[in-house]
């Protein structure tokens, strides 16, 4: 995987997101499959900023619990950089998240550093292995940072 391909199987995801919490697409059980839950590994874990662990399931039934939830919600992508291939056809990928009127987090405008493992060994799309996400420091995130 390269970054043209890790920038646009990120961005993806994150549209899906913005279009999910903002109530633009139905909340409809092909809709969340195709577009989210068949992009995860079944023992993918997302480590929050805060530090808290979600398991696969836990994480999916927040995301469907939140639909229509944040109206004015967007997302920028920043910075993807593949840090590693490794053998078996897993890519070690970092990426910055901008979020910009969140209502379920706090701040609602917020950034955060995020690592994600993929495995390509299907063949098919990437598969989401583990995420881990970081906040920035306020110091990286001028108010300016968020006019997207």
Not at 85 to 93: D, H, I, K, N, Q
Not at 115 to 124: D, T, W, Y
């Amino acid at each position: 995987m390269n970054e043209t391909q890790a920038t646009k199987e990120i961005e993806a995801l994150h549209a899906f997101f913005e279009d999910w919490f903002g109530g633009l697409i139905k909340a409809e059980e092909a809709v969340f499959q195709e577009r989210f839950a068949s992009r995860f590994h079944d023992a993918c874990e997302l480590i929050q900023p805060s530090g808290a662990t979600l398991s696969r399931e836990v994480f999916f039934h927040a995301v469907l619990d939140s639909h229509d939830s944040s109206p004015d919600f967007r997302i920028a992508i920043r910075n993807v950089r593949v840090r590693f291939v490794l053998p078996g056809g897993y890519t070690l990928v970092t990426y910055e998240e901008w979020q910009r009127n969140a209502v379920n987090s706090t701040p609602s405008d917020n950034a955060r550093a995020a690592s994600v493992l993929f495995s390509e060994s299907n063949g098919a799309q990437p598969c989401w292995m583990h995420i881990h996400e970081t906040w920035l420091p306020a110091a990286q995130t001028p108010a300016e940072r968020f006019d997207f």
